[in-house]
């Protein structure tokens, strides 16, 4: 299980927080009960993840990528910034 943040809600519930899952985040009546809506929400994506990515059809994008990567076809967005102002100067 990833770190759980515990604090004290707006209404008297119990939030639950994940470093790890920074855009995850549930409520509950008590301790216990955040930490496992948390968890059961964390479990869910997880899952959902690894459906993505048996996905035959995810596989194969992945594989063109890895590709285009090797081949020099795919820039970082700081090589695009500097291609487009070496463009610039050249004006």
Do not use: C
């Not at 119990?14 to 995850?24: D, G």
């Not at 968890?39 to 995810?58: G, H, Q």
Request: aromatic share 8%; hydrophobic share 30%; glycine share 4%.
């Amino acid at each position: 299980m990833h770190k759980v943040i515990l604090y004290p809600g707006e209404d008297k519930s119990w939030v639950a927080e994940s470093p790890a899952y920074p855009e995850f985040v549930s409520k509950g009546r008590t301790k216990p009960e955040a930490r496992a809506k948390l968890r059961k929400a964390i479990e869910k994506f997880e899952k959902y993840l690894e459906s993505v990515e048996s996905n035959p059809k995810f596989i194969a994008m992945m594989k063109r990528s890895d590709e285009d990567i090797r081949a020099g076809r795919v820039f970082t967005q700081e090589e695009v910034e500097h291609r487009v102002r070496e463009r610039k100067k050249g004006r």
